[in-house]
């Protein structure tokens, strides 16, 4: 069995959690092409990340390095930093986490999100923190589960930095369903769904996952840019990425 560090609180999420998914982009915008992958992402809780017996801890490693600014101390001090720049206290209250885990010391997540509750349970806010294929990531803040926020932050060349995301990320629990929608001047462009099914993180569903999708955070980024190969090819236009992007490790 995976342990957690600590017994996590009663709470309606079990964590930690596998989930397997399938991840489907459709681009509708100046050409329709679809991306769809198979993967497996965590469900953790920031206080209570699991630990892996030793010989299978290449499998799965949260680095707190890989999120947020990357300079905090743990995951969990990443993201009350974030927080408290919003001034948001959680009061020590639980988050929920889903993302890829490193896996043989690669990791690469386009879309992690974070559940953030106050002591009582109750949702205070949504965290989505996106990253690109530039080693660059950006947080979006959400006051609820489903929102709309403005496009801030450099993704895909073949879209500029413009128009919004309509966000609907609520928290996982036997199934996955995440939906989120780039809109711009032109209607609804592009659409990013992530549907899962939960198993529990056992080391025999672990290792099952794994063998089914070996170096699945690799294969993420790799299926990204052959998909991006593939629209150049179709002739997509670049749009070249802003001076003022920002770097990794910078929020807003």
């Known amino acids: 069995m995976i342990r957690t560090g600590t017994t996590a609180a009663f709470t309606s999420v079990e ?4 989930y397997d998914c399938v991840i489907t982009h459709v681009r509708r915008t100046p050409l329709h092409h ?3 992958h198979d993967t497996y992402l965590w469900c953790v809780d920031l206080d209570h990340l699991p630990v892996l017996p030793r010989p299978l801890r290449p499998l799965a490693r949260f680095d707190a390095r890989d999120h947020f600014a990357g300079t905090a101390g743990s995951l969990r001090a990443g993201l009350d930093a974030f927080l408290s720049a919003h001034n948001i206290d959680l009061g ?3 988050v929920v986490m889903l993302a890829h885990a490193r896996v043989f010391g690669y990791v690469f997540n386009p879309l992690s999100v974070y559940w953030c509750h106050d002591p009582a349970g109750a949702l205070v806010c949504v965290v989505a923190e996106v990253h690109n294929t530039y080693g660059q990531r950006h947080c979006y803040l959400l006051r609820t589960d489903e929102a709309v926020v403005d496009k801030t932050f450099y993704v895909s060349p073949f879209f500029a930095v413009d ?15 995440l939906t989120v929608h780039l809109e711009n001047d ?21 290792l099952a996952a794994a063998a089914r999708r070996p170096w699945s955070t690799a ?3 790799a299926g990204i840019r052959r998909h991006g190969v593939h629209l150049l090819l179709r002739g997509l236009p670049v749009h070249p990425r802003p001076r003022s992007a920002p770097q990794k490790g910078t929020l807003s």
């Open 15 to 18: 964590a930690p959690a596998l």
């Open 34 to 36: 679809t991306l769809r």
């Open 92 to 94: 020590g209250g639980r």
């Open 163 to 177: 128009g919004r995301y309509r966000m609907r990320l609520p928290l996982p629990g036997e199934r996955l369903a």
């Open 186 to 206: 032109d209607g609804r462009a592009f659409t990013a769904v992530v549907r899962g099914r939960r198993r529990p993180a056992t080391v025999p569903a672990l």
């Open 219 to 221: 294969a993420v980024s």
